[in-house]
């Protein structure tokens, strides 16, 4: 399989880490997560130290290792590379991506947060490879996340671009096939399963949900 | 000169940045300070965006350049990285030493905060090239700074390793004979020169001093 064909598939479900969980609590639900069908996990720790984001960063390192799922730092380029992680996640006020690419070089995985079709196209040239689009719904997970795109917002940035588009903000089981229908590679969660009662099955659901948009397309 | 007595002097007046200021008149202050006495400057933006916080540091990198000091940066090794700064200043919850180390290579400077003995020796063994002891004496710029080592204290520290040593917390031109006997590599300011009337004269006052305190010791 080509990179960019496994890079596109493990966007399928992407997970992002919420940071006020404890470290063993967040360990627990990772590990249920991937073991039910997250194909990508972002570690996103905006208001940690670095000592202790690395210890909780080591022990998702060795998780996502253990279970051939790819981990995305948010922001950080020094915890990507003390990590040996996969690649970098980079919003608007992050590092600029052709400096994170300096540093990570050419394998790592490089997103970057993109909510129209001209910033999508800059992130791209910009040698992106995938976007984070969003929100697609109201989100409380973010605050300062902007007004949604809504199913239409998200296709125009699909379609403006080659690279891998995954949709995020406020996606649940019951919106994915009105997110799917905007064609992206995936969708992207946070409270949708590490905040639920059950994890194990809110992947599940999710990850079924999204393939069954899948199935026929690729 | 070798690389140890190059890295000793230019600890002699250490100023670190308040990032409460301004860009304009950061590098304004900043360059009236370089241009007066200050032998090292420590970049330290602890609630700023790496967008912004890269744009000061690109600015700061070329004026230290241009007037030859050495431009260390605070916690995060991934600006070092992309500053092409000469090193980094770590603190208890930041990166741990090894690991900066590996990033960083065997060129670069790597400074320890530590406030005793123990965790000198301890930030030495891992290979520190520099320790920042504090606070001497009590200080409004760090809130979380601790409890003051006094001028024994700064001297405890000093004596019990080889590498050089900066006093920091609560010093200005007058503490410095107090400070210097100690027989530290020489004084960390903040509030002295980037919060001074006239830095120009502050960082003058401060250098001479120290300069006095060192003369016939080195």
Redesign the interface.
């Known amino acids: 399989m080509s990179r960019h064909r496994r890079l596109r598939n493990s966007l399928r479900l992407y997970c992002l880490t919420d940071e006020r969980m404890g470290d063993d609590e967040l360990l627990k639900v990772a590990r249920v997560a991937l073991e039910n069908g997250v194909t990508c996990l972002q570690y996103r720790a905006k208001n940690m130290?670095?000592?202790?984001a690395?210890q909780q960063g080591e022990r998702l390192r060795e998780l996502c290792g253990e279970l051939g799922v790819p981990l995305i730092i948010n922001?950080?380029?020094?915890w990507v590379?003390?990590l040996e992680a996969d690649g970098v996640h980079l919003g608007?006020?992050?590092?600029?991506l052709p400096?994170a690419r300096?540093?990570l070089g050419q394998d790592a995985v490089i997103g970057v947060s993109a909510s129209n079709p001209a910033a999508a196209q800059k992130a791209e040239q910009l040698g992106a490879d995938y976007l984070g689009a969003g929100p697609v719904f109201p989100t409380e997970t973010k605050s300062d996340a902007g007004r949604p795109l809504g199913p239409k917002g998200l296709a125009a940035v699909v379609q403006s671009v080659d690279i891998p588009v995954v949709g995020i903000g406020g996606i649940n089981a019951e919106r994915v096939p009105t997110v799917m229908s905007a064609e992206p590679a995936g969708v992207a969660v946070v409270s949708a399963v590490m905040g639920a009662d059950d994890p194990a099955r809110a992947a599940a659901g999710l990850r079924a949900a999204v393939d069954s948009c899948c199935e026929g397309v690729r």
Chains 1, 2 share one sequence.
Request: proline share 5%.
């Open positions: 130290t670095a000592r202790r690395l922001d950080r380029v020094d590379l003390a608007d006020d992050d590092m600029p400096t300096r540093l």
